[in-house]
């Protein structure tokens, strides 16, 4: 079956610039994650959604973040006034259980690759 | 605070011989434990997973980990290295409220 897609696979825009970041997570998939990796680091959560609501965004690191999920499936990530330090891969997962669940696996997709000059 | 660390950047190998990846983790708590494996431009993907049940995890591609709590460990292996095992490996830990922690991650190259 079908994986997690994300699109774009790349994106470049310029310092100041609002972009969005789309999750197509697994059919069914009522868990959803984004995660940010910078270069020679493993990811770094950001978000975590449980069906339409964001269980816990305390990984966002500033309001110029935001993420939806309005119909529990697809979901968005959006960052406003983007800055050179946003560069990096945004990774998106999902898994058929809550995070809560012991041993729950995640299944990721290929990440965007954001680029801000 | 839960942390979990990978020992090596790197770590290269020749094909046909073990494979070893480490792993430690701070918790005060017996915590879920996890390897991903990350191929260029390709998703992660899930090797093995410890979840308190048996110590010796095995996974996928011939792959295993175990569990010491003594050394606070969670080491990667596998008895003979592969050309298409060339990837960076993750080490991931989970709080008992379901958040990941990554590991900083390990390439792992095998020369023919």
């Known amino acids: 079956g079908a994986g997690v897609s994300q699109t774009p696979s790349n994106k470049v825009t310029e310092k100041g610039k609002y972009v969005e970041l789309r999750c197509d997570p697994i059919?069914?998939?009522?868990?959803l994650y984004w995660y940010r990796q910078s270069l020679g680091q493993g990811p770094e959560f950001l978000i975590y959604?449980?069906?339409?609501?964001?269980?816990?965004d305390s990984g966002l690191p500033n309001d110029r973040f935001f993420a939806v999920r309005p119909e529990g499936s697809v979901s968005t990530l959006k960052i406003q006034r983007t800055e050179r330090g946003d560069s990096a891969v945004y990774l998106c997962?999902?898994?058929?259980?809550?995070?809560?669940?012991?041993?729950?696996?995640?299944?990721f997709g290929p990440g965007t690759r954001l680029t801000v000059l | 605070a839960q942390s979990v660390t990978q020992l090596d950047s790197h770590v290269s190998v020749s094909e046909g011989t073990p494979v070893l990846l480490r792993c430690n983790y701070s918790?005060?708590?017996?915590?879920?434990l996890f390897w991903y494996v990350q191929h260029p431009n390709k998703g992660l993907q899930l090797l093995l997973k410890?979840?308190?049940?048996?110590?010796l995890v095995k996974g996928i591609n011939g792959f295993e980990a175990e569990f010491k709590k003594s050394e606070t460990s969670f080491h990667l292996t596998k008895p003979s290295a592969h050309m298409s095992d060339a990837a960076e490996y993750f080490c991931?830990?989970?709080?008992?409220?379901?958040?990941?922690?990554f590991g900083d991650g390990t390439t792992l190259t095998v020369k023919p």
């Open positions: 997962a999902s898994s058929p259980l809550a995070r809560t669940s012991a041993g729950n696996e995640q299944f």
């Open positions: 059919s069914g998939h009522t868990a």
């Open positions: 959604f449980q069906g339409t609501g964001a269980a816990d």
């Open positions: 918790s005060s708590y017996s915590p879920s």
């Open positions: 410890y979840t308190s049940a048996a110590t």
């Open positions: 991931v830990f989970n709080t008992n409220a379901g958040k990941s922690t």
